[in-house]
């Protein structure tokens, strides 16, 4: 099945060596391996089970770029819920809209003032990073009373289900609500494999750009595909700051970044 619980399933049991994520902390960046991160998302699908949420719901997620972004992602991907992406930078206004348009039934916000940008929506659920870990000891006690329904919730997404929801900017009037399902990025990922040594497992990645874009989304879920290392920035103003430590090989960009790369360079 081309779904992207599939595809994250194979990446965690392919047995790869080289971390999955190099993720920044207070005392630099920290490696995260295949096994940890296949973990974590398992237990936070078993906790958003406990929440109740199921396949068809959308839930949205208002964030920077990080590894909580990344692998909430994938949990909502394996029970079938649908993931509603909401830029990091967006006015309460119109991150309201895009959950409300979607019809969230809940969202992940990466802080306090995030929340507060929400505060005015009728939501069931609303959890920030912080609460992240309680979501995931309610997942292990979940799924130590109901070992089996982790399975049987994937067992029922198919790859013609919807997986995400992308908000287009360029349009006249709101943004578009593109639905995009499993088998669109399940096949956009493996595209890459016609591509010759585009992107290798040896890799370093470092992603700057927002994940609620429909490029940063991609190289995300190609890091799973290809088994590279993903390194999450969350501000790209740093980008010069964290190169020389992180040592990217690849740098999915915009134009304008090599712009001024190259006045500088000058």
């Not at 990922?189 to 290798?200: L, R, T």
């Not at 790209?236 to 090989?249: F, G, K, N």
Request: aromatic share 8%; glycine share 8%; net charge negative.
């Amino acid at each position: 099945m081309r779904t992207i619980g599939q595809l994250w399933r194979d990446a965690v049991s392919a047995g790869r060596t080289t971390p999955a994520y190099l993720a920044e902390t207070d005392d630099g960046w920290r490696e995260v391996s295949w096994e940890e991160a296949g973990q974590t998302v398992e237990e936070l699908a078993n906790g958003l089970l406990a929440l109740g949420v199921r396949k068809g719901e959308a839930f949205g997620i208002l964030a920077q770029t990080s590894l909580e972004w990344a692998l909430f992602d994938y949990a909502l991907a394996r029970i079938g819920a649908v993931g509603a992406a909401v830029y990091a930078n967006s006015s309460a206004k119109d991150a309201c809209y895009v959950l409300e348009h979607s019809d969230s039934i809940g969202v992940l916000v990466q802080d306090e003032p995030q929340r507060e940008k929400v505060a005015g929506l009728p939501l069931r659920h609303v959890i920030t990073f912080s609460e992240l870990d309680d979501l995931r000891a309610r997942g292990r006690e979940f799924a130590a009373e109901h070992p089996d329904a982790l399975a049987e919730a994937e067992a029922q997404v198919g790859e013609d289900d919807l997986f995400t929801f992308i908000y287009t900017s360029g349009t006249t009037g709101p943004p578009k609500g593109c639905m995009i399902l499993h088998r669109n990025y399940y096949e956009m990922a493996g595209c890459i494999d016609h591509v010759p040594e585009f992107a290798i497992a040896d890799d370093v990645m470092l992603l700057y750009l927002p994940m609620a874009h429909n490029f940063g989304r991609l190289m995300h879920l190609l890091g799973a595909h290809t088994g590279y290392t993903t390194a999450f920035l969350g501000d790209p103003l740093r980008i010069a700051e964290a190169m020389p430590v992180v040592r990217p090989t690849l740098l999915p960009s915009v134009p304008r970044l090599y712009e001024k790369v190259h006045t500088a360079v000058l």
